[in-house]
């Protein structure tokens, strides 16, 4: 609730209660404390190295309920901050199927701009025309081959 007053006077009182949220026992403060930083970020930006502190934080939290909306806030604040992601990458990745609808779409979009970024293209020495003739040739050559030896054992 706090987060939704838009006054810069309240700016350092938020960022005291995000940050004591992010480090709660329960989910839920956590979670909500997730959803309040980039209400904060967008206020006053000059707090973006504070709030960085708080999403590392969150994002190495291992609740299913927490990941979703941290994915969330990384996105909006430092979407290109990719070491974030590194150390959390396959605990994200392992979490996926058990988070929420919502934070499911958000962290497969992250994921997928991070291993776009971050992994090799495996068809990088590759042409795709030849690849794609190579393929078109072998395809049809196989199936002509297969009709032959059906017509031969109908025959027989």
Not at 48 to 69: C, H
Not at 79 to 99: A, C, G, Y
Request: some cysteine.
């Amino acid at each position: 609730v706090l987060s939704s007053i838009r006054v810069s006077v309240i700016v350092p009182i938020m960022l005291l209660a995000i940050k004591e949220s992010a480090v709660d026992m329960s989910p839920f403060v956590r979670k909500t404390a997730a959803h309040a930083i980039p209400k904060l970020y967008s206020l006053e930006p000059e707090m973006k190295e504070e709030l960085i502190a708080v999403l590392e934080k969150l994002l190495a939290d291992r609740t299913t309920l927490v990941i979703g909306s941290a994915v969330m806030a990384f996105q909006e604040v430092c979407p290109d901050m990719n070491e974030l992601i590194h150390k959390n990458f396959r605990k994200l990745v392992s979490l996926l199927v058990d988070v929420e609808e919502w934070g499911q779409i958000v962290i497969v979009n992250m994921l997928t701009r991070y291993a776009r970024t971050q992994f090799t293209d495996p068809n990088l020495g590759q042409t795709e025309s030849a690849d794609a003739a190579e393929d078109e040739g072998e395809f049809y050559e196989n199936s002509d081959d297969d009709d032959d030896e059906e017509d031969t054992t109908e025959e027989a």
